[in-house]
């Protein structure tokens, strides 16, 4: 036999290899996998008895429309090939499908489950629609039939409005920046409302408004911004971040511009109120301006001077009743004290008279010469009239009647 270098035989199996798997779909379960700084993805591909070593170059990882997680189920589309160097072989992957799933569907779930995790979605933070806007912005393309339809609503609901066009690309590779773009460039123009989308298509028509760099760039702006892509049935990312979804593009038009018909009849109703309403006000301040009118007929000054003239008048009546009553009452005192006096002046004379008769007595009754009698005097202590009954053992006393006075002592004390 011919002996073969070891380069040799790996060059030779790599042929074979790579001749005979050119092509295959092989399904199981991503393990082990890294995202290399190059941008390609190194991961091994097993099933419950085998492993596959596996790896997805740059240029296919970047079309990949979901994130690569540790122990999904998909199925490779690749062909094997050998690593010479080490004589390993790999499936080089063209592209990966979840298994069982869309991979577009499984994106959307992933980056909405994401986004929603980072408080895109919180309701809290959604700005309401002003109620007459007067400046907007619509990011689409130029020459699709949504266009068209936002303007044909707004032309029929509400003229007084300013509308600036971002012309964009709507789906492809480059769509989802271009929409970007015009989001964070509308944002600093002072809008009132900007509305972002088109008209209906399939999900991958539809996919730049599901792109992570849209949604972001919609949840950052400071206006308030409606998603309006596709149908009723349609539902993006961008419906998800933005301010208000719309089903349609027409939809989003109604939602950010009133009626002018519903503006008329309620400005109309809003006249009809006015002119009640000032007619309800004239009248009842004219109520109020009769009864001041009255009120100050009743309380004015020529009145009150008149009712205090007519008081004092009363006053005047009254005083003079009373001064002319006190006369007469004073009269007729005096005549009863004129006729009383002469009786009093004798009775008074009489009791006076009998008082002094009376005092008379007394006073000879106390005058110690009048009361003399034989074998008794008067008893004094400390210059202090006394009975005897009051004199003790050894007092020095005095005795004294009408012709002697004699100072004595206790000797002897006895009692009756």
Not at 7 to 32: D, H, M, P, W, Y
Not at 178 to 203: E, F, M
Request: with cysteine.
């Amino acid at each position: 036999m011919h002996t073969m270098s070891v380069s040799a035989l790996n060059e030779q199996i790599k042929g074979l290899l790579e001749t005979t798997f050119s092509r295959v779909l092989v399904e199981g379960e991503l393990s082990r996998i890294t995202f290399h700084n190059s941008g390609h993805i190194y991961f091994t591909l097993k099933d419950s008895c085998s492993v596959l070593k596996s790896v997805m170059f740059r240029g296919n990882a970047s079309k990949l429309k979901f994130q690569l997680q540790e122990g999904q189920k998909v199925i490779l589309d690749g062909a094997i090939s050998l690593y010479k160097p080490r004589g390993e072989y790999q499936i080089n992957c063209f592209s990966i499908q979840p298994s069982g799933q869309g991979a577009l569907a499984l994106a959307f779930e992933q980056l909405k489950e994401k986004l929603q995790s980072q408080g895109y979605f919180e309701q809290s933070l959604k700005k309401v629609l002003p109620r007459f806007p007067s400046k907007i912005a619509l990011i689409t393309s130029a020459t699709g039939a949504a266009l068209q339809d936002m303007l044909r609503v707004a032309e029929s609901r509400y003229r007084a409005l300013e509308i600036d066009i971002y012309d964009v690309l709507v789906q492809g590779d480059y769509a989802a920046q271009s929409i970007s773009n015009a989001i964070n460039v509308a944002d600093t123009k002072l809008y009132d409302i900007i509305v972002v989308g088109r008209g209906g298509g399939s999900i991958e028509d539809l996919w730049a408004f599901n792109e992570e760099i849209v949604a972001e760039a919609i949840y950052k702006v400071n206006t308030p911004i409606v998603s309006a892509v596709g149908h009723e049935i349609d539902w993006l990312i961008s419906d998800f971040v933005a301010d208000v979804r719309a089903a349609t593009p027409s939809i989003a038009m109604e939602l950010c511009l009133p009626d002018s018909n519903e503006l008329y009849q309620y400005i109309d109703t809003l006249s009809n109120q006015f002119t009640q309403s000032i007619s309800q006000k004239t009248f009842t301040k004219n109520q109020d301006l009769q009864h001041l009118y009255k009120s100050y007929s009743q309380h004015s000054i020529e009145k009150q001077l008149k009712q205090k003239n007519e008081h004092l008048v009363q006053l005047k009546d009254q005083f003079y009743q009373n001064i002319v009553f006190k006369i007469k009452n004073s009269q007729n005192n005096v005549k009863n004290i004129r006729n009383s006096f002469p009786h009093t002046m004798e009775l008074i004379t009489v009791t006076k008279l009998n008082q002094l008769e009376n005092m008379q007595k007394m006073l000879e009754s106390n005058n110690p010469k009048l009361k003399t009698k034989t074998g008794f005097a008067q008893i004094s202590h400390n210059k202090k009239v006394i009975d005897i009954s009051e004199l003790t053992i050894n007092d020095s006393f005095d005795l004294q009647s009408d012709k002697v006075y004699i100072q004595a002592q206790v000797i002897k004390r006895e009692e009756r």
